[in-house]
């Protein structure tokens, strides 16, 4: 479907969108006026620090606010704490209950943690708060022994838990903004749903045999004269045209494929204007017209390109066919819908109308407005900023824009069983949430952010898949890297290596899109090696080793045994694989003697160094969180669920695990990131099954076959470009050891462009120049250089 006829079907029924929103607003208002009343106390609690030497230095606030403040945020929430308050109060609940109803936050300029307690009552709340408040106080003491890691550590209470006064239920205009925008995107995806089942008309393709006659322009209620005369023209030619096969005492019926309306008032006008033309025509308004109807007259369909649906189509032709009258063909008529609202109409007028090619073939989905859209959607789905609600961006932006993109997942081999298997995964990770509520706590917010991600990741994909359609290649990535750098340039300044982590990856998509355009494999290799070294220089050792593998794939196709896209050149994916395996493997040892050996800088040598010394190898020692996700699948190798929070009894099992690699570090890097209120294994294979379970398992191992089928097909046609080629490896070092919120959205961006077209995989490759938007293919070609 084409994106202005999903926005001319929602503006059309703008009212439906307004009703629905105002029903979700209306009910989110009333589920929380009938809530239970909730009241919360706190309390604030002085952590203090002391020394016997220098006791107010520097390095001493950065130990409190690095590694104390955050270690007894966990602590204040966990069974150690939570269960000695259920037995003091006798509270009917249980630690991962209570530890839904207790929040801890840390100021921003202060040593201080503000301990929060909901309850259903005031008195409950506020007793509640000091017990936890003394019982965090007695944990830390008798964990620490009355010492931290920056020196003697104790807890003071600097404000005392009260009754609150007031009961402290949701805000309900919050509750009535997200009910609106629940209701009216749930409208907008029905609008949109409902539209693509009726199967728009948008070309001569869509009309199987029948000719098209001629194409009226816009029939206005108060034409100018240039208007009422290229009109006059039109019909004048049709009348010509029609009146030829017509016998003496014949008759020329015109048939609407709208039910009695305003388009069969414009079968009657166009009867008219025909009759006025020499033309012997009436309007056919219904099958009673055509009952009468004799072997000598001819049918000419009035289709309204910008309403008709194939299958009121098909109603008119069938009972076209069902007469003794034959049908001549299909005359287009451009005429504004006449739907109710003002939205609607001047959409009609304004909206880009479908291409229709010369010689049928189809419509083509190019126009600009589909366009703009794939350029506005992708740069978003690149930016994806952090929404109020949890809900991601790429979700927002894919879920309006479903009706667009799914019908394109077809035209692609394995799109279609992959949404399936994410829509599987995602209701297997609920239902695991489920399981683990006996023993867990569960965030609900938490469970919204993951389950949004992982469904905004898929959409990614196919809103690529669509794009690809009416985009070339580097206008994909450029849309999609400008929405990661302005994501990048707002992080920026409190980065501690704005290069590394915030400016590399969309520096280097915009780069290697605009080489791409360039068509010349030549700039592709130039834009990786200066790329490459100026991450060597800023300690981005993985992004320099990317556009290392990188400038070799590009390198190897560079070969000249063979022309790229010669006859006969199908190309042995399978043989790729295998060179491609090894590769990495050679590639591997060879960045592990530069990094090593001091040819890249004496700091990069030293790191290696030491992670070598430490864990016997580079990968582990820079990667070691797979050692605690082993330990993980073994204890509990179905996973935990969305939103699961992980308990003492996890954080032990990966403490055990990472000791085989030996990191100093380990405790702190695993309670404050790797398990710091979710699962966060630093891995998308290793999250998805954290979240998900085995079928998340499954879906991250897809991910990767996908990249994999789709970069050995190119790659085998010497069809890859640089740009697909980093891609490519960043995705697959991404699936195993990327964190899940940070690199999913490139490693959407690589699968929806990589993703096989459901063609004979043995076709010849096109040779149309790079660049060319057309059908769909697992890369656009680059011309060599």
């Known amino acids: 479907m084409d994106p202005s006829d999903h926005l001319a079907a929602v503006l059309r029924r703008w009212h439906w969108v307004a009703a629905a929103g ?23 609690l002085f952590v203090g620090v002391t020394r016997a030497v220098d006791s107010g230095d520097l390095a001493t606030g950065s130990l409190v606010r690095q590694e104390v403040l955050p270690s007894l945020v966990q602590l204040t929430r966990s069974a150690i704490v939570l269960q000695p308050v259920i037995a003091e109060l006798d509270l009917p609940t249980t630690p991962g209950a209570l530890a839904r109803d207790v929040s801890v936050t840390v100021p921003e300029d202060a040593a201080t943690l503000t301990v929060t307690v909901s309850a259903g009552d005031p008195g409950t709340a506020r007793r509640v708060t000091a017990a936890v408040g003394a019982s965090l106080q007695a944990a830390a003491s008798e964990l620490t022994g009355g010492s931290g890691p920056a020196g003697t550590l104790s807890l003071t209470t600097v404000t005392p838990a009260v009754e609150p006064r007031f009961a402290s239920s949701p805000d309900t205009r919050y509750r009535a903004a997200l009910g609106l925008l629940a209701g009216s995107t749930a409208a907008t995806l029905a609008i949109g749903l409902g539209s693509l089942a009726r199967r728009p008309v948008r070309g001569p393709g869509d009309l199987g045999p029948v000719p098209v006659l001629g194409r009226l322009g816009h029939r206005r209620r108060r034409p100018s004269a240039a208007s009422a005369a290229r009109r006059q023209r039109e019909v004048e030619r049709l009348g010509w045209l029609v009146s030829a096969p017509l016998p003496p005492g014949a008759r020329l019926l015109v048939a609407g494929t709208a039910r009695p309306g305003p388009v069969h008032s414009a079968a009657r006008g166009l009867a008219a204007e025909l009759v006025a033309a020499g033309v012997p025509a009436v309007a056919a308004d219904g099958p009673g017209d055509l009952a009468g109807a004799t072997a000598a007259d ?22 076209v066919g069902r007469s003794p009258a034959r049908l001549l063909g299909v005359v287009l008529d451009e005429l504004p819908g006449r739907t109710p609202g003002q939205l609607g109409r001047l959409w009609d007028v304004l909206r880009p109308g479908p291409v229709w090619r010369a010689g049928g073939g189809g419509p083509s989905t190019g126009t600009a407005f589909a366009r703009a859209t794939a350029v506005g959607a992708l740069a978003l789905c690149g930016l994806d900023p952090a929404l109020p609600t949890g809900v991601t961006m790429s979700f927002l932006v894919t879920l309006l824009l479903l009706p667009v993109w799914l019908p394109a997942l077809r035209q692609y081999r394995g799109a ?88 590399a990856l969309p520096l280097t998509i915009l780069v290697l899109s605009l080489a791409l355009a360039s068509g010349r494999h030549a700039l592709g290799l130039a834009g990786l090696l200066v790329l490459a070294a100026v991450d060597i220089t800023h300690d981005a050792r993985s992004a320099f080793a990317f556009c290392a593998a990188a400038m070799a794939l590009v390198a190897w196709q560079l070969r000249t045994d063979r022309p790229p896209g010669a006859p006969g050149r199908a190309g042995r994916p399978v043989l790729t694989a295998v060179a491609l395996t090894v590769l990495g493997v050679g590639g591997y040892q060879v960045a592990t003697r530069l990094l090593t050996s001091g040819a890249l800088g004496a700091e990069v040598q030293a790191r290696s160094v030491t992670q070598v010394q430490e864990s016997g190898s580079l990968l582990i020692g820079g990667r070691p969180e797979w050692t605690g996700t082993w330990a993980l699948m073994r204890d509990e190798p179905l996973g935990f669920g969305l ?20 990191v100093p570090s380990a405790d702190n890097y695993i309670e404050n990131y790797l398990l710091a209120g979710r699962f966060e294994l630093h891995s998308i294979v290793a999250d998805l099954w954290t979240n998900l379970g085995v079928p998340g398992l499954l879906l ?6 996908a990249v994999v089928a789709g970069l050995t097909v190119a790659l085998s046609r010497r069809r890859a470009p640089a740009l697909l080629c980093f891609l490519a490896l960043l995705s697959l070092w991404d699936l195993a050891f990327g964190p899940l919120p940070s690199n999913i959205p490139e490693v959407a961006l690589t699968v929806g462009l990589l993703l096989l077209p459901a063609v004979d995989r043995a076709r010849p490759p096109s040779r149309e120049p790079a660049g060319a938007a057309a059908t769909p293919r697992p890369v656009l070609a680059a011309a060599r250089a």
């Open 22 to 44: 105002l029903v979700g607003a209306l009910l989110s208002v009333a589920v929380a006026m009938t809530a239970a009343p909730r009241f919360e106390a706190r309390t604030v």
């Open 643 to 662: 939103g699961v929070v992980p308990t003492g009894g996890d954080v032990l099992t990966v403490k055990e695990g990472f000791a085989v690699a030996h």
């Open 298 to 319: 001819a049918v000419v369909v009035l289709l309204d390109v910008r309403q008709a649906s194939r299958d009121r189509f098909d109603e008119v032709a069938d009972r």
């Open 700 to 705: 991250g191992l897809a991910l990767g076959v």
């Open 416 to 503: 279609t069983a992959l949404g399936g298997l994410t829509l599987v995964a995602v209701a297997s990770g609920a239902l695991l949430a489920a399981r683990s509520s006996l023993d867990h706590a569960i965030d609900g917010r938490e469970a919204l952010i993951s389950s949004t991600m992982v469904l905004g990741a898929a959409g990614t994909i196919g809103l690529v898949a669509w794009a690809r359609t009416v985009l070339p290649l580097p206008w994909l990535g450029a849309a999609f890297g400008s929405g990661m750098l302005a994501s990048g340039l707002a992080r920026a300044a409190e980065s501690p290596n704005a290069w590394k982590f915030e400016l």
